[in-house]
């Protein structure tokens, strides 16, 4: 493996980005012991809060009792948190790689100056009614050029509403979960267990779609 996964270009790409930073983010790693995908995970964190201190994170093991709050059935787990350690349900389960590594630095820079749903007024005003849970999973691959819009439309849908979990899904290393929603094609999305459809929708069909999980 490379002594470093950012290459110096990258890094000061990443720099001018996160240089905008506002406040200090928390990116939560949740991991397995003896795991290189999970080292992989660490090592991503490592170099990015080497680049902008603002840029935190947090080590909670698979088996620990912190771990228990977080819900997570796959590791290695990312979860967004604000600077006072607030969950607002933006989950990944594995790595943001490839074309999800820009949609990962502008939901911390989202994070760092609120964080806020992105969503239009009539969309916030439909999901602010929701009390009851929703979990969107959205199975991606990080070379799909439409996953990242799916991903950040779902993340923004559990940004307007705290009853709602939205969670990336790197569908080729979690098989397991591919199969068990017969993931065939990406982005793939599944609110809470009943509602599947695959594309990147406009918001207000996705919206619509949650509404519909109710």
């Given at each position: 493996?490379?002594?470093?996964?950012?290459?110096?270009?990258?890094?000061?790409?990443?720099?001018?980005?996160?240089?905008?930073?506002?406040?200090?983010?928390?990116?939560?790693?949740?991991?397995?012991?003896?795991d290189?995908y999970?080292d992989?995970?660490l090592?991503?964190l490592?170099?990015?809060?080497?680049?902008?201190?603002?840029?935190?994170?947090?080590?909670?093991?698979?088996?620990?009792?912190?771990?228990?709050?977080?819900?997570?059935?796959?590791?290695?787990?990312?979860?967004?948190?604000?600077?006072?350690?607030?969950?607002?349900?933006?989950?990944?389960?594995?790595?943001p790689?490839?074309?999800?590594?820009?949609?990962?630095?502008?939901?911390?820079?989202?994070f760092?100056?609120?964080?806020?749903?992105?969503?239009?007024?009539?969309?916030?005003?439909?999901?602010?009614?929701?009390?009851?849970?929703?979990?969107?999973?959205?199975?991606?691959?990080?070379?799909?050029?439409?996953?990242?819009?799916?991903?950040?439309?779902?993340?923004?849908?559990?940004?307007?509403n705290?009853?709602i979990?939205?969670?990336?899904?790197?569908?080729?290393?979690?098989?397991?979960?591919s199969?068990?929603?017969?993931?065939?094609?990406?982005?793939?999305?599944?609110?809470?267990?009943?509602?599947?459809?695959?594309?990147?929708?406009?918001?207000?069909?996705y919206?619509?779609?949650v509404?519909?999980?109710?």
């Open positions: 493996m490379a002594d470093t996964l950012f290459d110096k270009k990258t890094v000061k790409k990443i720099g001018e980005i996160l240089s905008k930073m506002k406040k200090k983010v928390y990116v939560v790693l949740l991991r397995e012991n003896n290189s999970s992989t995970a090592k991503m490592e170099e990015l809060s080497a680049i902008n201190e603002k840029l935190k994170y947090k080590i909670i093991y698979k088996d620990s009792e912190e771990s228990e709050k977080y819900n997570v059935e796959v590791f290695p787990a990312f979860v967004l948190e604000n600077e006072n350690g607030k969950n607002f349900g933006v989950y990944y389960y594995g790595i790689a490839g074309l999800e590594f820009g949609n990962f630095l502008n939901e911390v820079m989202n760092s100056t609120g964080p806020e749903a992105n969503l239009s007024e009539a969309s916030l005003d439909k999901l602010k009614s929701i009390d009851k849970p929703i979990d969107i999973k959205v199975f991606i691959t990080p070379t799909c050029p439409h996953c990242p819009k799916a991903v950040m439309v779902g993340h923004n849908i559990a940004l307007a705290e009853n979990r939205t969670t990336m899904i790197e569908a080729n290393y979690f098989s397991d979960l199969r068990k929603y017969n993931v065939s094609s990406v982005p793939q999305v599944v609110i809470n267990e009943n509602i599947i459809f695959v594309g990147a929708l406009p918001e207000e069909e919206v619509k779609k509404m519909e999980a109710l």
